[in-house]
């Protein structure tokens, strides 16, 4: 018979390999008793030389838990999310929980599916950047069988824990900063405001405006969904107008870089022509010419934050029943070659 079709080693497989009980041996592995050390490495050794894999789809049904967690993300593509990924699975990794990755592309039917996939696998708890409220994430909260926390977008009256940013406040010193630097029409290419992302960041704009007394133009506002290609056709729209913006504020790094194609096939210079700042820093903003004026998230901190509320959820009884937790960070305006005040103006 082809090695591929043997028969897989069974638990007795060890216990015989080992000369010890099956009890033994399942009491090892399960750690649901005391096995001594010399006897722990007798069952490993015949467990090496049998090749017996431990079946985790059993242990589950056995224990009610699976050490593994579940992570939506809104789009794998950004380099903001891919920080975090990072970030979650490193504190995952350390504490024993594998990770189950999901990306909904943006996409609320996408997320649908995804979530229903991840409930089916059981897992242990959920991290979810999502792609705005759906039938199946409020299930998941309100059934409470695993907790869920929230990172980057929260959704009012959802009883989950989320890590996010002060997003009014980081915008708000971002726009003040073009004010600042001498401009009064000042364009903004917004995110989806049916995300709390998009709607907070367009109410940081408008304050920053409002505070330095410059009147508010909604022709100044393009929409985008928070990509490339959204943030290039909103960055046209804005530069065929008759009295174009000075300065354009893009409301994620996608958005950015579709605002600087458009800039360059407009053949519009940075920022002598039009002055540019955008929301989420990453590697390649230093590589930029001119260097991209960005606002900075934690974003690290936020992964870390975000696996360590749900680490205390899913491991103690009584942090289950604390209310849900809303846990706002600080972002950090890095001010580069973008934003420069031009020597003419």
């Known amino acids: 018979m082809s090695k591929r079709f043997e028969k897989r080693p069974k638990m007795t497989d060890v216990a015989k390999a080992a000369k010890v009980s099956l009890a033994t041996v399942s009491a090892a592995i399960n750690q649901s008793a005391p096995v001594s050390e010399k006897t722990r490495a007798r069952i490993d050794k015949a467990i090496r030389r049998v090749g017996y894999k431990t079946n985790a789809i059993a242990r589950s049904l056995k224990t009610g838990t699976t050490s593994t967690i579940g992570l939506m993300v809104a789009d794998i593509t950004n380099p903001f999310f891919t920080t975090a990924i990072h970030a979650i699975q490193e504190v995952a990794h350390r ?14 039917e996408k997320e649908r599916t995804h979530l229903r996939l991840l409930a089916d696998r059981m897992v242990d708890g959920l991290i979810v950047a999502t792609a705005g409220e759906t039938p199946e994430l409020r299930s998941l909260v309100e059934r409470g ?16 824990d989320a890590v996010v940013i002060d997003n009014v406040a980081a915008t708000r010193d971002a726009v003040g900063h073009l004010i600042a630097s001498g401009h009064r029409r000042i364009g903004l290419i917004a995110g989806r405001r049916t995300l709390s992302t998009g709607r907070e960041r367009y109410e940081g704009y408008r304050r920053a405006l409002r505070e330095a007394g410059i009147a508010f133009e909604s022709a100044l506002v393009g929409s985008a969904h928070f990509g490339a290609d959204d943030g290039y056709h909103a960055a046209n729209k804005l530069l065929s107008l008759k009295d174009r913006p000075t300065a354009i504020f893009a409301c994620n790094n996608l958005s950015g870089l579709g605002l600087m194609r458009a800039l360059h096939e407009a053949g519009l210079r940075c920022p002598d022509d039009v002055a540019v700042a955008c929301f989420d820093d ?30 205390e959820r899913m491991r103690d009884e009584a942090a289950r029943s604390l209310p849900a ?14 934003s420069r005040p031009p020597a003419r103006r």
Not at 98 to 106: A, F, K, N, P, T
Not at 284 to 308: C, K, N, S
Request: hydrophobic share 45%; net charge negative.
């Open 325 to 338: 937790r809303l846990v706002r960070l600080k972002a950090h305006l890095n001010v580069r070659d973008s």
């Open 282 to 311: 990453f590697e390649w903003a230093e590589a930029f010419h001119p260097r991209l004026t960005t606002v900075a998230q934690p974003t690290q901190a936020i992964g870390v934050q975000a696996m360590t509320m749900l680490l």
């Open 145 to 160: 069988r695993a907790p869920v926390v929230l990172i980057d977008r929260h959704i009012d009256g959802l009883d989950a």
């Open 95 to 108: 504490h024993g929980y594998s990770v189950i990755l999901c990306c909904s592309d943006e996409d609320p």
